[in-house]
C-alpha cells in the first residue's frame, strides 16, 4: 500500500468513527426532540380517552375516544414516513387496538414530499451506467405518485435496454391450449412494452427511518415497563415493524415479488395480471417495471362497476384465495388504490374461423348466418388506453361514467385486474398455517371451544391471557352462530366470523401472530371490498373450487408427505363440510350457478 493510500484508509476510517459515534447520535437526538414535540400533546390529552359515554354508534368507544384517535392519527401524518408506515401497520392490528382507531390508521394515505428530480437523475445514471438522455426515449419529469418512501415516474425506456424476454406475453404456462382464446371467450394475454414505471427511494429516507425505529425501541422497552402492558410484547412488535420498513427499502424485495406472483399466475384462466418487473436495472434504491395504464378499483367502489360489479368482485377474490390456498404467498397491502382496473379485448373470430363457422352452419341449417350470429369484437380504432383514459376524465361524473361503462361492455371489452405495490407479502409458516387450518376446522365441526383452547395454547404469551374458560365460550358462541346460518340456508359472512373473533382475541389479551392476523385481516378487506360491488358475494362458495384443486395437488402421496402435520385433515373436514353445505341448498339455485361454482363435478 502507497503512503497515498493509507493516508486515505486512514481518512476513510476517521470519518465512519466520527459519523456513526458522533454525528448520527447528535442527529438522532434532534430527531427525538421533534418527536417529542409532536406526541407530548397526544399523552397529555390521553384523558380524553375516558371523556364520555359509551355509544353504539363508535363501536362501544367514548366521544372523546374518538376525538383522541383522530388527533394521534393526524400527529402521526406530521412525524413523517416511519410513523405513516406504522400507523398504517397499526391498522392491520385489529388484535391490539380498538376498530376505530384502525379504521382511522387505515385511512392515513402515504403522501409525502416529492424529492428533487436531480437526485432522480443521478440513481438512473448510476445503474444504467450512461447519461440520463441516453436511458430514455420518453420522461415524464413530474411524479405520477409520491409516497411516504419513494416516488414513481413514468417513462419509455431505450429499446436496446430491453431484454427479450421482457415483451413476452403473460399468463402462458407450459401447457398450450387446445383451443384458441376466441373460442374459450377468455381475454387475450397482455404483452408488456417498453413503457415503464420508475421507482426511486427518498434520498436519505433509510437514515431517518432507522433513527425512528431506534427511538421507537426505546420507547417500547419503557412502555413495557407498565403493568398490564406486557401482553401487547412491544418490543417484538417493534422488531417485526422494523423487518417490514427494511423489506420495503429494498425495492429488489418488490421485484422478485412481482416475478412470483406472475410465475404464480400463469397457468390460471383468471383475467389477473401483476407489473413485470425489469430485475436486470432494479437495485436497492430503483425499481424498473412495466407500466399499467390502469384505474384504481376506488373509483369504481364510488362511482359504480356497472355491468362488471359481479365480475369485479368474484375475479378479485378468487385471485386473492388462490394466493392464500394454494400459493401461500399473498399480497399483504391490499387496499382499493392498489388494485387497479383495465380492460382487454374479448378475442374474437379470425377470418377464416368466420368462414368455417359459415360454412358449418350453412352445411347443417342450410342458411347463411348473419353478422349477428358470429361473436362481436370491440371497434379496432379503440384501444385499451383510450377506455381508461376516457373513464378517467368521467371519475368525478358518476352519472356519465356509468353509461360509459355500460358501453364499453356492450362493446365487448373484459376487465382486467392489476395488483400493483408487491413490496409486502405474507407466507405462513408452518404453525401458523396449522392455526389458520384448525380455525376453518373448528367451523366445520362446530367445536368452537376447542378452538378458542387451541388458539390461547398457541398464542405468543398464553400465560398472560385473561379468562381463558370465557374466551372459549365466546368462540363457542361465535361458531354457533354460524352453524345456525349454516342449517336454515342463511348466507354466511366470513367477516363476521373473524371480526368477532378478533374482538374476543383482543379483549382477552390472546397475542396472535403477526402474519396469521395479517391474513384474516387481508380476507376482512377483501370480502368488503367484493361485498360493495357484489352484496350476494359468498367466500364460501368462492372458495370451494379452489380447494378441490388444493385436493387434487394433495391426492398424491409425495405432496401428502410434505404437508405439516393436522393439515390434511382440518382441510378434508373444511372441504366435506362445504361440500355438504353446498349440495344441500343445490336445490335452492340456478343451474347457471352450479356451473359457475363447479359443483356438478364436486371431484372427491
Known sequence: MSPSESDRSLLRR????????????????????????????????????????????????????????????????????????????????????????????????????????SHTKK???????????????????????????AQVYRATLKQDLIPPSHLTPKRQGKRKPVLPPALLNEPIPSVPTASVAIKVLHPHVTKMINRDLSIMAFFANVITLVPGMQWLSLPEEVAVFGQMMHEQLDLRIEAENLATFEKNFETRKLPVTFPRPLKIWSTKDLLVEEFENALPLELFLRNGGGPYNDTLAEVGLDAFLNMLLLDNFVHSDLHPGNIMIKFTRRPGPTLEMEKSWTSMLKRITGTVPGAVDIPATP??????????????????????????????????????????????????????????????????????????????????????????????????????????????????KISDILTEVLKAVRKHHVKMEGDFVNTVISILLLEGIGRQLDP?????????????????????????????????????????????????????????????????????
Request: with cysteine; proline share 5%.
Open 14 to 117: 476517521v470519518l465512519t468513527f466520527l459519523r456513526e459515534r458522533l454525528i448520527e447520535p447528535i442527529l438522532t437526538a434532534k430527531r427525538f426532540v421533534y418527536l417529542c414535540c409532536v406526541f407530548v400533546p397526544v399523552f397529555l390529552a390521553a384523558p380524553m380517552l375516558l371523556i364520555g359515554q359509551p355509544e353504539e354508534e363508535y363501536g362501544g368507544d367514548r366521544w372523546g375516544a374518538v376525538w383522541w384517535y383522530g388527533f394521534l392519527t393526524s400527529q402521526m401524518q406530521r412525524a413523517g414516513p416511519t410513523f405513516i408506515k406504522l400507523a398504517q401497520w397499526a391498522a392491520s392490528r385489529a388484535d391490539l387496538f380498538p376498530a376505530l382507531l384502525c379504521e382511522r390508521m387505515g385511512a392515513l394515505h402515504s403522501r409525502g414530499k416529492a424529492h428533487s428530480l
Open 123 to 149: 440513481v438512473i445514471q448510476d445503474v444504467f451506467q450512461r447519461p440520463f438522455e441516453e436511458v430514455f426515449e420518453e420522461f415524464d419529469e413530474i411524479p405520477i405518485g409520491t409516497g411516504a418512501i
Open 536 to 604: 350476494e358475494l359468498d367466500l364460501f362458495k368462492s372458495a370451494l373450487p379452489i380447494l378441490r384443486q388444493l385436493g387434487r395437488q394433495m391426492s398424491t402421496q409425495e405432496t401428502m408427505t410434505q404437508l405439516p402435520s393436522g393439515n390434511v385433515g382440518a382441510f378434508l373436514k373444511l372441504w366435506v363440510w362445504m361440500e355438504a353445505r353446498e349440495l344441500a341448498s343445490a336445490a335452492f339455485v340456478n343451474a347457471d350457478d352450479l356451473v359457475k361454482y363447479d359443483w356438478l363435478t364436486p371431484a372427491i
Open 379 to 492: 371497434p379496432p380504432t379503440v384501444t385499451p388506453d383510450d377506455i381508461v383514459n376516457d373513464l378517467r376524465a368521467l371519475s368525478r361524473e358518476p352519472e356519465k361514467w356509468r353509461v360509459a361503462l355500460q358501453r364499453v361492455h356492450e362493446q365487448g371489452w373484459l376487465p382486467e385486474i392489476v395488483f400493483v405495490d408487491a413490496g409486502l407479502v405474507t407466507t405462513l409458516n408452518t404453525v401458523n398455517r396449522k392455526n389458520f387450518l384448525d380455525l376453518f376446522r373448528a367451523v366445520a365441526e362446530f367445536d368452537g371451544y376447542r378452538a378458542g383452547v387451541l388458539m390461547v395454547e398457541r398464542c405468543r404469551t398464553p400465560e398472560l391471557a385473561i379468562d381463558v374458560e370465557t374466551f372459549a365460550l365466546r368462540m363457542q358462541h361465535i361458531v354457533l352462530n354460524v352453524k345456525r346460518k349454516t342449517f336454515s340456508l342463511g348466507q354466511i
